[in-house]
């Protein structure tokens, strides 16, 4: 059975890259059978759809962070990355991993437990 | 600013049922059947309920329900119980190859 666990620096300067890394135990990257996903939730409020990544490369990225993020792939380590750029208090997050099948169109049968990050001086 | 329209809250009480509606546009909800609903209980990570509007992931209880009409989804408890008392979100496949999500709906059960 498929398990991500997502890991990170839990604090962040402003300014400063984020970056994070989501390892795949259960299953490889390389099976081509999913895409992973990278999803946040703000303290108190609701889900934000970040970005998606193909094992080959493909990418899809939420217009709004478009600029500042990038989704990465390891398959010698099974592992994504995601890399966001000049972050703000607003990005203070719980981000979670998540994947979708190829299948599916974009619903998330597995996630990760999520690992806060809060951006702060 | 969510991409999806939720109400902020519901209530109702045991054994009762209860309906969230999920509201976007012709770009999203109303364009595809490609909605899906996620239960979330506080400190957990999101558990997928409904998927392609109206289909139930093994194990789900089939006391959840999913519909859609026109650009609004519902997600359907009946008999509710004490366990549903969580945070429910919708979310939709885009046409811009995206994936929004809904602001979030808290249940109570009273």
Request: with cysteine; glycine share 10%; net charge positive.
């Amino acid at each position: 059975q498929l398990q991500l666990q997502e890991s990170g620096p839990g604090l962040v300067k402003p300014s400063e890259t984020l970056s994070l890394t989501c390892a795949v135990s259960g299953g490889s990257i390389s099976s081509g059978d999913y895409y992973l996903d990278w999803i946040r939730q703000s303290p108190g409020k609701g889900l934000e759809w970040i970005g998606s990544m193909y094992y080959s490369g493909t990418t899809y990225y939420n217009p709004s962070l478009k600029s500042r993020v990038t989704i990465s792939v390891d398959t010698s380590k099974n592992q994504f990355s995601l890399r966001l750029n000049s972050v703000t208090a607003a990005d203070t997050a719980v981000y979670y991993c998540a994947r979708h099948r190829v299948t599916a169109i974009w619903y998330f049968d597995v996630w990760g437990r999520g690992t806060r990050v809060t951006v702060s001086s | 600013q969510s991409a999806l329209t939720q109400p902020a809250s519901v209530s109702g009480s045991p054994g009762q049922s209860i309906t969230i509606s999920c509201t976007g546009t012709s770009s999203d909800v109303g364009g595809y059947n490609y909605v899906s609903w996620y239960q979330q209980h506080p400190g957990k990570a999101p558990k997928l309920m409904i998927y392609d509007v109206s289909n139930r992931p093994s194990g789900v209880s089939n006391r959840f329900s999913g519909s859609k009409s026109g650009n609004t989804a519902s997600l359907t408890i009946s008999g509710l119980q004490a366990e549903d008392e969580a945070d429910y979100y919708c979310s939709s496949y885009t046409s811009s190859s995206t994936l929004g999500f809904g602001g979030g709906t808290k249940l109570t059960v009273l």
